[in-house]
């Protein structure tokens, strides 16, 4: 049985996720309401788990290093209530493999090798090398969704990585190059990057250890 996460839970991991975000966008990771997430955002604030800060015009919270501890703690005891330990582990192994794809899918959308620069930006100026990175992503868009489907049978959270990282990809074969890599919008990176992060947080991993 798939197991919901409280809401006070969500608040505190949609910060995680999204690094850095105002209280609009973190309410809208989980499809929470404004008002009462801005209302657990002060209350963890208070405990000193997350702090907003604001420049040039614009403000958003991030975790402080004992809420960082704090939601880890709080992910493993969620974690060991669903059951779900090993699949969750077995599920991140297999994600370690395309995760090295994506990545070099990405490096290959930013840079195309030139004589005598092989660190030459990709200006897309060339159809088959940008068509050969499109196939790839939607190998692993193939390869991500019975992961996704895995994932959502133990935590309900962790429901809809498949689906937006389907619906960026739509969106650059249809010539929005942005939605492969660009970080201000909901890319295919950008949500990979997210799944990641919810995988480690989640086990309690450390990104940089990591095969």
Do not use: K
Request: glycine share 8%.
């Amino acid at each position: 049985m798939t197991r919901d996460s409280p809401p006070d839970l969500l608040v505190l991991h949609a910060v995680r996720l999204t690094g850095f975000a105002d209280t609009p966008v973190i309410a809208h990771r989980f499809g929470l309401d404004a008002a009462e997430t801005e209302e657990a955002l002060r209350d963890a604030e208070a405990r000193g788990w997350v702090g907003h800060t604001a420049f040039a015009g614009t403000g958003g919270w991030s975790l402080t290093d004992s809420g960082r501890a704090e939601n880890e703690r709080r992910l493993a005891a969620e974690l060991a209530r669903a059951g779900g330990a090993d699949e969750v582990r077995a599920v991140h192994r297999e994600f370690l493999p395309l995760n090295a794809r994506l990545l070099r899918a990405c490096t290959d959308w930013q840079i195309r090798p030139a004589a005598g620069d092989r660190l030459a930006v990709n200006d897309h100026s060339d159809p088959a090398w940008d068509a050969r990175i499109l196939r790839e992503l939607a190998d692993i868009d193939r390869a991500l969704a019975p992961l996704a489907d895995r994932l959502g049978s133990v935590l309900t959270r962790f429901r809809g990585y498949d689906t937006r990282f389907a619906a960026a990809l739509a969106r650059a074969r249809a010539g929005e190059g942005a939605w492969v890599d660009r970080t201000d919008v909901d890319s295919c990176h950008r949500v990979w990057f997210e799944l990641h992060e919810d995988l480690i947080a989640t086990l309690g991993l450390d990104r940089h250890a990591e095969p």
